[in-house]
């Protein structure tokens, strides 16, 4: 007998043919097993992945086979990736190694939560837990912030922001505008010359413009779906090449000499090209999260005016020292509310402001700066913070079956877990 290399492990078709043609000859070959083919879709076929051995033919029935069954055999043979364990060709019996089971894995579901090590700004923010605070990790929503790559949602996203920018203030004059005479130059016949009418004649020079641009609007329409899949598009890809980066919070030093300091630490951590994003914390819950199997949909966090009023004080020294940085963008989230698009909306001198966050926003910087009321902002209004929700539940069941297999032991364990996800320690933003 002998055996093949482990790279000619897999037998050809036709050699899968003649092993099970040898099956009507004289001296039948007991093929003892058939194992799937080890490739990429054989975990996705019913028939093949299904057990682990799917017996192709015994040694005392083999001899008794009609041809009927070998034709039927070899017929779904070929349909199929199988492949016996030994087979006899051209005289010489070959043996296939057996298929370790052990190489298939099974790849799991996406995990409803993904994670980014927690930063800060400046270190001499909150010196009272600067040790816990730089080894956090904050969960994030895999809803917002793993979302698959779409390059033609991002594509019109960008169009639909890049044409809503455009003026359209391009103006020329026809020939109801040109001041002039509207007499005729000269007379139809006679002069030998081609025959010509008014002085606002685009052919003459101080006349009008033949098909010129008029003022008009060049924005276009787009799903609102449309608009947040890009988005979320947007975020997800700043997460998979680290460039989205979340901090505790923006505190810093009163002006003057506020700007110079700002711009030496943003240069020292690569962060001189940066959309900074911040809202404040806990944003009340929408009447979305109350409801049983909701699906996600737009709606505004919900702020009361002292949560507002204190986050506007926590940022306003790096408000102040960021406005002179050419490249450095802060937007806050909590001001771009239904109300806000409604007024710029009627307004002329703001009707091109997005009035929401943008794929274009987020593109367009080299770093996505985001405190963690920000991605709270982003989770309620992409509708992640369901996922979130369910991402905790389901980590509590699972922490509830793990203790019940585990014994008495791990009880504590889950009751502490049940208490609720250990919040990330936060120094308090510095008082007045």
């Given amino acids: 007998m002998t055996s093949l290399p482990s790279s000619k492990a897999l037998a050809s078709l036709a050699s899968l043919r003649a092993a099970l043609r040898s099956i009507q000859g004289a001296q039948p070959t007991a093929v003892s097993r058939a194992r799937a083919a080890p490739s990429f879709y054989s975990m996705h076929t019913s028939a093949a992945s299904s057990?682990?051995?799917?017996?192709?033919?015994?040694?005392?029935?083999?001899?008794?086979?009609?041809?009927?069954?070998?034709?039927?055999?070899?017929?779904?043979?070929?349909?199929?990736?199988?492949?016996?364990?030994?087979?006899?060709?051209?005289?010489e019996t070959y043996e296939i190694p057996p298929f370790d089971e052990g190489d298939l894995v099974a790849v799991p579901n996406k995990p409803p939560m993904v994670h980014v090590k927690l930063s800060k700004l400046n270190k001499t923010s909150s010196?009272?837990?600067?040790?816990?605070?730089?080894?956090?990790y904050v969960p994030l929503s895999a809803h917002v912030f793993d979302a698959p790559a779409r390059?033609?949602?991002?594509?019109?996203?960008?169009v639909y922001y890049l044409d809503a920018q455009r003026l359209g203030t391009a103006s020329t004059k026809g020939r109801s505008?040109?001041?002039?005479?509207?007499?005729?130059?000269r007379p139809q016949k006679g002069s030998g010359q081609a025959r010509l009418g008014t002085m606002s004649?685009?052919?003459?020079?101080?006349?009008a413009v033949a098909h010129g641009p008029r003022p008009r609007d060049h924005s276009t329409k787009l799903p609102r779906r449309v608009r947040e899949l890009a988005l979320r598009s947007a975020l997800s890809s700043k997460w998979r090449q680290g460039d989205l980066v979340v901090v505790d919070n923006f505190d810093w030093i009163a002006p003057p000499s506020s700007t110079g300091p700002l711009a030496r630490l943003l240069g020292s951590k690569r962060w001189s090209d940066a959309l900074f994003l911040t809202a404040p914390r806990d944003p009340q819950p929408s009447i979305r999260s109350l409801i049983k199997d909701a699906r996600p949909s737009s709606s505004d966090p919900v702020y009361d005016d002292q949560q507002r009023l204190d986050h506007q004080q926590a940022i306003r020294n790096?408000?102040?020292?960021?406005?002179?940085l050419p490249r450095v963008e802060l937007i806050e989230l909590d001001s771009l509310t239904e109300e806000y698009r409604d007024n710029i909306a009627k307004t002329s001198g703001d009707k091109k402001?997005?009035?929401e966050l943008h794929a274009y926003e987020v593109l367009r910087r080299h770093k996505v700066i985001c405190d963690l009321g920000a991605v709270e902002w982003l989770e309620e209004k992409l509708g992640g913070a369901i996922f979130h929700e369910q991402a905790e539940i389901e980590g509590l069941a699972k922490d509830g079956e793990q203790q019940q297999l585990d014994g008495p032991e791990s009880a504590q364990t889950l009751d502490q877990s049940q208490a609720g996800p250990e919040p990330i320690p936060v120094a308090p933003a510095p008082t007045a």
Avoid: C, W, Y
């Fill in 51 to 91: 057990s682990s051995t799917t017996p192709l033919a015994s040694s005392s029935s083999a001899a008794t086979s009609s041809p009927e069954l070998a034709d039927a055999a070899i017929d779904s043979a070929s349909q199929q990736d199988v492949h016996a364990s030994e087979f006899d060709f051209d005289g």
């Fill in 151 to 158: 390059r033609d949602v991002i594509h019109s996203a960008v």
């Fill in 201 to 207: 004649n685009p052919i003459l020079r101080g006349g």
């Fill in 353 to 355: 402001k997005p009035g």
């Fill in 177 to 185: 505008d040109v001041r002039g005479s509207m007499r005729k130059l």
């Fill in 127 to 136: 010196p009272s837990t600067s040790a816990n605070t730089g080894k956090s």
């Fill in 318 to 324: 790096f408000v102040l020292a960021s406005n002179n």
